[in-house]
């Protein structure tokens, strides 16, 4: 399966605290994707960091890659109670992994 | 930034009904369009691939003649499910591409509940 893999499955954090997510995947890519999905709705897409990249930023995101571990992670900082969703990695061969569901309490 | 619509975004009908869902790509032209289906709490799962004006491709497992996917216009595609059964239960999302390298962009999905 070219699916990656997200930990943790479920994390709860305090609204302020950091989110670190973790996505692994089985074959070579030249880009790795982050998409967040509220329930029972489409996927936004966050952030798209390339093979050639290590780290990348947008905002309170960050996102890294290691294509030697085939290994990324995201980290959400400072977070709110709104970035409550799932969020899923993706391959460009557009497989998702199994996602990490991201609860915030206020 | 870029919008796709998928319609409709529930469906409730008895088996043996066909079922049309649309998705378009309305302020870009979509090169590739995906279907997914995804069961609660669980990942999206492909179903197929669809390129403007040529055939869809379907990932394993998933019967062709059951999802229709037709890519008439590179802003519209639609996935049609043929005599739908209880077991085709699931929410359906489309999403379009302008290329591998490019992030999708997601409708908000079609919840698709068969009697």
């Known amino acids: 399966s070219q699916q990656g893999e997200e930990d943790p499955q479920a994390l709860s954090i305090q609204e302020g605290e950091n989110a670190t997510m973790n996505c692994s995947y089985k074959?070579?890519?030249?880009?790795l994707q982050w998409y967040r999905q509220n329930s029972g709705r489409g996927l936004v897409h966050l952030i798209l960091?390339?093979?050639?990249?290590r780290e990348k930023h947008s905002g309170r995101l960050r996102v890294t890659l290691d294509t030697s571990k085939k290994s990324s992670s995201l980290l959400i900082t400072a977070s709110r109670a709104a970035d409550t969703a799932s969020y899923f990695c993706?391959?460009?061969?557009?497989?998702f992994g199994t996602g990490t569901s991201l609860t915030v309490i206020p | 930034g870029a919008v796709v619509s998928q319609h409709p975004s529930r469906v409730i009908c008895k088996s043996g009904t066909s079922v049309k869902i649309e998705c378009r790509s309305l302020?870009?032209?979509?090169?590739?369009m995906f279907w997914y289906r995804q069961f609660p709490k669980q990942s999206l799962m492909l179903m197929a691939t669809?390129?403007?004006?040529?055939?869809?491709?379907?990932e394993q497992g998933v019967e062709k003649d059951k999802f229709l996917i037709n890519h008439a216009s590179l802003t519209l595609s639609t996935l049609t499910v043929t005599s739908a059964h209880p077991e085709d239960s699931s929410f359906y999302i489309c999403?379009?591409?302008?290329?591998?390298?490019?992030?999708?962009?997601f409708g908000d999905g079609t919840r698709l509940s068969i009697l």
């Open positions: 999403s379009a591409s302008q290329g591998v390298d490019q992030p999708q962009h």
């Open positions: 302020d870009f032209q979509a090169t590739t």
């Open positions: 993706a391959t460009p061969q557009f497989y």
């Open positions: 074959t070579s890519i030249n880009n």
């Open positions: 669809s390129n403007e004006g040529s055939k869809a491709t379907y």
């Open positions: 960091i390339r093979s050639n990249e």
